[in-house]
């Protein structure tokens, strides 16, 4: 039977001629070695809203962001019958988006007071950073500790841990502009205020320079899943949850998969 596991067993023969007591063989062993047995898997994984920080400054699209479809191969023992080990390697299809944005900053202020004169002068630096390019982003799960309990042939359950890697890269151009804003005080004794006379800025000074940058995100997190169909052999289809890292804090992301074992 193609789907018996591999088993030792030991056995014997009884010999009948007529109606003569039968004759027994001698006992005989036999013995497997454990093989193993990998799988091909697919499915789509929930991501987690703390690993989708663009490059700073650049905008984000609206709404939960699209699930990543990864590809992987798992290896554990041949066609097992109950409790067993696991190893997994998983891959996502590289995503990659534009990106765009700017942010302004206060560098620095400085205040003047002209000699003689009831008045105070207030320069204000501003520095507005543009960026302009290409994200992509690529993820890999390794899943060194997976163990798994076959109920039956056709029900397992599983729980383990993963190490998630997400590698991000931005590359464009970034754009530095600078500009100072001048705004003129006078002081006003009536009424013991500050009265704006004249607010002006000065011609911005800009310089560009290209964008390389590369980040990686690292995490540790347990999970478990539930499996149906044909859990030792062949095609089977899984349901798992994630406990992962969130902008919030730790939550639980789903993954919802498919298997071939052979």
Known sequence: DPHWPKRPL???AEIVFDREPPIRTN???VRFRPGLSPALVAGWRARADGLQQSFPGTTQPAGAPAPDFLLGLTVSPFKPRRGHWQLEL????PDEKTIEGSVQQLVHTDSIFPPGANAVIV???FVTTATMGTERQSVVTLVPLHLRYNLTSFLALGMGAELHMQRTRTTGQQTLSGFVNQRYYIYDPTNDTWVLESNQSGPPSTSSSPLDDSRQQWQLNP???VQVLSVRYGPA???RTIYQQTDEGRAWRWMLY???RF
Do not use: I, K, M, N
């Not at 998983?90 to 299809?93: A, E, F, H, S």
């Open 90 to 93: 998983w891959t996502g299809l």
């Open 10 to 12: 030991r056995a014997r």
């Open 123 to 125: 320069r204000d630096s």
């Open 223 to 225: 999970f478990a899943d």
């Open 27 to 29: 006992r005989a062993s």
């Open 237 to 239: 289809v899984g349901l």
């Open 258 to 260: 498919g298997q071939w």
